[in-house]
């Protein structure tokens, strides 16, 4: 080529394009921070809390509304 060529290099992104990307990258870090937050807190109270099943607590529920019509911990004893 002739020492005069210029080369064509890409097109230049438009000012609304790279705010969208922006914001996009923003909302990422966002919620990987958040995920981040939650996760470390739940390994500091790991030892803290007790073990709970999940499959437990559904049936509790349903045993709860299905019986009495109302949902809470119905094995201990009310006060007052």
């Known amino acids: ?4 060529s210029r080369e064509v ?7 609304a394009y790279r705010v969208a990307r922006l914001l996009d990258r923003i909302l990422i870090l966002a919620i990987v921070s ?4 939650v996760l470390q807190k739940s390994f500091h109270f790991i030892n803290a809390t007790p073990f709970l099943n999940v499959d437990d ?3 509790n529920v349903a045993v709860s509304l299905a019986e009495h019509g109302r949902y809470g ?3 201990s004893p009310t006060q007052g």
């Open 1 to 4: 080529m002739a020492s005069g």
């Open 9 to 15: 290099g890409p097109a230049p992104r438009s000012l």
């Open 34 to 37: 958040g995920c981040v937050i």
């Open 57 to 59: 607590s559904i049936a």
């Open 73 to 75: 911990f119905l094995s």
